[in-house]
């Protein structure tokens, strides 16, 4: 039932951004839009703080690709003159052990399944021939179900499951930079939460090479951030590192 529920909030999500993006281009017949599929390749870090101490796990990219079930990375945005509209979902499906510091447990086996998806609009306040600044307002919605088995050792075993979603408010800002003909830059920041308990941010640059007037290659680097009190105990998760995407523009 749980599942099911946050299935429906994902797609009441998409639905709004999708709904919100068909409305205005029936209005209007000048939209452009773009679709994108991307790698992002992070070292994953996820704790949890419980009245019995922290537990926390960290994998490297390399390691995710060893242990991954499953994956998808996908966004899509539509502009018209100065307003846009952006959406951006991450699903990510994997398990893997890591070490513990001294001799109470034999390790730490981590296991998640973790989706966000992040809905903006945005309105153009710079635009010239070398950069265009966008000021972006909206959403992000995460849920997990993380569970976290310490081995036993010196110390018993024990283990603990945070399984919950949440959607936090965002504000941001978007800007792109162009080089020449066949290169640009993007930086995209935002920031969310803006309550006590639940905080989310995340940093995007990244390096775009137009190949011809409809497709676009880009690499970069992101870092993603959440942070949220789930049932008392203090959720974080993070992913940081390289991503490689193609984007279609239509």
């Given amino acids: 039932m749980g599942a099911i529920v946050r299935l429906r909030e994902m797609a009441l999500g998409l639905s709004l951004v999708i709904s919100m993006a068909t409305t205005v281009s029936a209005q209007q017949s000048d939209w452009s839009y773009e679709a994108s599929i991307y790698l992002f390749m992070p070292e994953t870090e996820t704790s949890v703080s419980t009245p019995m101490g922290t537990l926390d796990g960290t994998l490297s990219f390399s390691d995710a690709l060893e242990n991954l079930d499953f994956a998808f990375m996908g966004a899509f945005a539509a502009s018209n003159g100065r307003w846009s509209l ?3 979902y991450n699903y990510t499906n994997l398990s893997f052990s890591s070490d513990t510091p001294g001799p109470a ?29 966008d000021i972006v ?52 920041v ?30 970069g680097y992101r870092y993603i951030s959440f942070d949220h009190d789930l049932d008392g105990n203090d959720f974080k998760f993070d992913q940081s590192g390289p991503l490689l995407g193609a984007t279609y523009r239509f």
Avoid at 173 to 185: E, H, I, L, N, Y
Avoid at 196 to 213: F, P
């Fill in 137 to 188: 307002g909206g959403f992000r919605w995460f849920s997990t179900e993380t569970e976290f088995n310490l081995q036993p050792g010196a110390a018993p075993g024990r283990r603990t499951t945070v399984d919950g979603s949440w959607t936090d408010p965002v504000i941001g800002a978007r800007a792109r930079v162009v080089f020449s003909d066949k290169w640009s830059g993007t930086g995209f």
């Fill in 105 to 133: 447990s034999a390790g730490l086996d981590t296991s998640f399944t973790t989706q966000y998806l992040s809905g903006y609009v945005g309105y153009r306040v710079l635009e010239d021939q070398a950069a265009k600044v």
């Fill in 86 to 88: 952006l959406a951006d």
């Fill in 190 to 219: 935002d920031y969310g939460g803006f309550r006590s308990g639940s905080e989310t941010w995340q940093v995007l640059l990244t390096a775009d090479y137009a190949i011809n007037d409809r497709w676009l290659i880009r690499g």
